[in-house]
């Protein structure tokens, strides 16, 4: 640390952390990471001088979680200098908050840092609110608006954040003696409060933002909630995949579908065609959301309104863009569908369910706007400008997507074995990983960040897998790769098998295989985007085993099943390939209960012999298995490859 808080600016900074959060907990005035807060203080640097500086929210930080270490801190002298200078690109202040930072291993300071800079106050707070922005998004006039906080607040026309907004923000609060303000109001964007303490200007935040609340319930038209009709769940849930496959023509996405009676409500306004093409609640939301929505009034619509989007999308980003940056994927983020609700779409579940959330709220503030006065956001021209904002092109530059990201895959048997290293394999690929377990525990396995979800359903039981695909699709939109990992075994001399337990082998690995294929082929087929199946067989197809007759002849039937589905899905682009691996032991729950040391026995041999019994003379292991089936699932690897199999043995002796 080279910079260091004295005791009071420790409490100051307390103070700042409490408040943040509460800001930050409320989603209707911050919402994922927006917003940011400030405090000024005096802090002492590595030579023991005491320095004036700006400690502002830091990226990566959220406020309703913000920590004293989310707040950069920053040197005041060079950050008001910045004054003097008439212009500079979004690139070149990126470049001119670093120099400004006094500790250079802290996050990059908030965008909007100049703003909280230029204002004379010791605590700034600044929220993108519902409420605000449901007046600012109309045609009321800024004199109209300032009237409802009864003259304490300034409204200011929408600027583009940025060093430009910083600027003539600046030039607007020295122009004036904002001591006789409280806030802010920035058109299009949110507002911005100070004070002296913490709670000065956190208290100022929730008095104007209650002020617009209230003079918006007066006249508010509210969404009138209605639950999705009888019937028309289970129909959408069909259409899933093939409006997945018409959006993921380029890349690959996950869909969340947000059914709850507030959105379907929303989707049957007589209004909720028309606000398409409103834009979001804030500019900053547009790189995310894109300025237009896709409108669908009926299913059959989907393919047509689909190709319309893009083409009017690739149209409007020549107008605008030209050939400035490469274009986004122009396949619409949002689909409202009259009568279902809304669909979110985007490569990564947690970014849908980003949009989903962005979009709720634009959605809240497009009615009140219309029902305090004439919906108005940014132009075209300005939202494409924003959607292409040349510091998040720099870091999509930097930033480059997963190949593998977009695609749903399924492991079966993924509680333990190759199963399990499988199923977290595909998560660390940017695969969004549904890890499938008769064994309950498999449920605990879902982790927070959105890329495992762990279902517990019994392969063997048709209806329990017919569901499980549904609630899949329900969840995500389709399923692109499965893993039919899933398998018994209980070696027996051949004269010694019982007829039941040759059934219970049967039932596994043949039907089990079946019944996850047949419904995973269903969906893919649907989609027309391609699909992979890949069966985990082991070599006892190839090379019959001692002992392991009802475990082979079950197995024969799914490798078998696997060169059907490359025959049938060929033309559908899906791929079928089997994996013939051996001798895996670690994390292997068939291989426990002295499975292991009687094969041992039977041979011969002892354990470590056994273990490494092929030609490399090497321990295969559940890494190698999951490392083949991940680029099996590459198409630049195996993409010319069906109805094939491959061993991951060590070479058998
Ligand atoms: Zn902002």
């Known amino acids: ?26 989603e209707e005035l911050v919402l994922h990471g927006g917003g940011n807060t400030s405090v000024k203080l005096t802090v002492r640097d590595t030579l023991q001088r005491n320095r004036e500086a700006l400690l502002v929210k830091g990226s990566g930080s959220d406020l ?30 990126t470049s001119y908050l670093r120099t400004c930072m006094l500790d250079p291993d802290q996050p990059f300071p908030s965008v909007e840092t100049f703003l909280h800079a230029f ?14 922005l449901s ?17 304490k607040v300034l409204v200011l026309p929408y600027v583009a954040p940025g060093f430009e ?34 709670d000065e200007s956190y208290d100022r935040h929730i008095n104007i933002v209650s002020a617009a609340k209230n003079f918006i319930a007066e006249k508010w038209k509210g969404i009138q909630r209605r639950e999705i009709e009888e019937g028309k769940r289970d129909e959408f849930i069909d259409f899933l995949p093939v409006l997945r496959g018409l959006l993921s023509r380029g890349n690959r996405k996950i869909l969340y579908w947000d059914n709850s009676p507030e959105m379907v409500g929303y989707s049957l306004l007589p209004e909720a065609e028309e606000f398409s093409s409103l834009g979001p609640a804030t500019p900053d939301m547009l790189i995310r959301t894109k300025m237009n929505y ?102 999509l530059k930097k930033f480059r997507k997963p190949e593998l990201q977009g695609y749903i895959g399924l492991v079966t048997g993924a509680a333990s074995g190759i199963g ?32 495992k979800f762990g279902m517990k359903f019994d392969i063997t039981n048709e209806e329990e897998v017919r569901n499980a695909f549904r609630e899949v699709v329900e969840m995500f939109g389709g399923i692109d790769v499965v893993f039919n990992n899933a398998g018994y075994l209980k070696p027996s ?60 002849t079950s197995k024969a039937f799914a490798s078998q099943l696997s060169r059907y589905v490359a025959v049938e899905g060929g033309s559908y682009g899906i791929r079928s390939n089997v994996v013939n691996p051996d001798k895996i032991f670690r994390e292997s729950k068939i291989w426990e209960g002295g499975v292991l040391e009687d094969r041992a026995k039977a041979k011969g041999i002892t354990v470590d012999e056994y273990r490494k019994g092929n030609l490399l003379h090497m321990e295969v292991l559940p890494e190698h298995v999951a490392n083949v089936v991940i680029a099996l699932i590459r198409d630049g690897t195996f993409g010319a490859t069906t109805g094939a199999s491959i061993p991951v043995d060590g070479g058998i002796q």
């Open 294 to 395: 896709l409108y669908l009034r009926s299913l059959s619509e989907a393919r047509e309104g689909v190709e319309k989007y893009v083409a009017d999308y690739r149209d409007k980003f020549q107008r605008y863009i030209g050939t400035s940056y490469p274009m986004h994927d122009p396949y619409p983020s949002v689909i409202v569908v009259k009568g279902y609700g809304v669909v979110t779409s985007s490569p990564s579940y947690k970014e849908s369910r980003i949009i989903g959330d962005q979009v709720r709220h634009s959605f809240r503030v497009s009615i009140a706007a219309k029902s305090v006065g004439r919906n108005r956001f940014i132009t075209e021209k300005q939202a494409f400008e924003m959607e292409y904002w040349s510091l998040e092109e720099a870091k």
């Open 64 to 93: 309703a979680s913000i920590d004293e270490n989310g707040f950069t801190i920053l040197d005041m002298v060079p950050l008001l200098e910045a004054k003097a200078i008439e212009r500079m690109s979004d690139i070149e202040m």
């Open 420 to 451: 399990k290293v499988t199923f977290s394999r595909f998560a660390d690929e940017g695969i969004l990983a549904i890890g499938a377990d008769i064994d309950p525990s498999i449920v605990f396995m879902t982790d927070k960040n959105g890329m």
């Open 119 to 132: 204002i004379k106050a010791k605590f700034v707070d600044h929220s993108h609110a519902d409420s605000i």
């Open 493 to 552: 001399p051949l004269d010694e098998l019982s007829l039941n337990e040759l059934r219970k082998h049967i039932e596994v690995n043949s039907i089990g295989s079946f019944n996850v294929t047949k419904e995973a082929f269903k969906i893919m087929k649907k989609q027309g985007i391609g699909g992979n199946i890949i069966f985990n067989i082991t070599k006892n197809v190839t090379n019959p085993g001692k002992g392991m007759t009802a475990y082979g």
């Open 165 to 198: 907004l910083a600027r003539y923000f600046m030039d607007f609060v020295s122009s004036i003696d904002i001591s006789g303000y409280e806030g802010v109001i920035l058109r299009h964007h949110g507002l911005v409060t100070w004070g002296e303490t913490a």
């Open 135 to 151: 007046l600012t998004n109309t045609d009321l006039d800024d004199g109209k608006i300032a009237e409802i906080f009864g003259g």
């Open 1 to 26: 640390m080279t910079v260091v808080l004295s005791k009071d600016a420790r409490v100051l900074l307390g103070e700042r952390v409490r408040t943040s959060r509460l800001l930050g907990k409320d």
